[in-house]
C-alpha cells in the first residue's frame, strides 16, 4: 500500500475519534526514517488510546501492521511505526513540550485535507 493511503486511511481514523490539531509533515525528503509524519493530540489517556485502537484497526482492515507501537500503557506520547508513516499522538502537555513540528521543520506541511 503506497504511503498516501495510509496516512489517508489513519487521518480518517482519527478525526472520527475526535482528534485535535491534526498535522501531517512529508519527512520524505529530510529523513530515511518515512515519508510522514502525522502529529495528533487527544484529551485524554482514555481518547489517546481510542485514537490508536482506531488507527491500528483501520489500517489492520487495510492490510498494514505497525512495526512497533510504544507508549500506550501511559497514553501520553502513543508512537505507531508503520515503516512508511508514523503516527504521533499526544496529550496536549507533551505535545508542546517535544514540539515535533519545530524539530521536523525541514519538512514540508501538508494539509490533511490535501489526503481526503
Same mark, same amino acid.
Request: hydrophobic share 45%; glycine share 4%.
Given at each position: #500500500? %503506497?504511503?498516501?493511503? #495510509?496516512? /489517508? ?5 482519527? *478525526? &472520527?475519534?475526535?482528534? *485535535?490539531?491534526?498535522?501531517? !509533515?512529508? !519527512? ?7 515519508? $510522514?509524519?502525522?502529529?495528533? %493530540?487527544? /484529551?485524554?489517556?482514555?481518547? !489517546? ?6 488507527? &491500528? /484497526? ?11 507501537? *510504544?507508549? $500506550? %500503557? ?5 508512537? #505507531? =511505526? $508503520?515503516?512508511?508513516? !508514523? ?5 496536549? %502537555?507533551?505535545?508542546?513540550? $517535544?514540539?515535533? &513540528? ?11 485535507? =490535501?489526503? #481526503?
Amino acid at each position: #500500500m %503506497e504511503s498516501k493511503e #495510509m496516512v /489517508k486511511i489513519a487521518i480518517n481514523a482519527l *478525526e &472520527e475519534k475526535k482528534a *485535535e490539531n491534526i498535522r501531517v !509533515i512529508d !519527512i520524505s525528503k529530510v529523513s530515511v526514517l518515512a515519508d $510522514y509524519f502525522i502529529i495528533a %493530540e487527544g /484529551k485524554n489517556r482514555n481518547q !489517546i488510546q481510542a485514537l490508536t485502537d482506531s488507527v &491500528e /484497526k483501520d489500517l489492520g482492515k487495510a492490510g498494514a501492521a505497525p512495526k512497533q507501537i *510504544e507508549g $500506550y %500503557e501511559s497514553a501520553n506520547w502513543v508512537l #505507531m =511505526d $508503520y515503516a512508511d508513516i !508514523i503516527v504521533h499522538i499526544f496529550d496536549n %502537555e507533551n505535545r508542546l513540550f $517535544y514540539d515535533l &513540528e519545530r524539530i521536523w521543520r525541514d519538512g514540508v506541511c501538508v494539509d490533511a485535507k =490535501d489526503f #481526503m
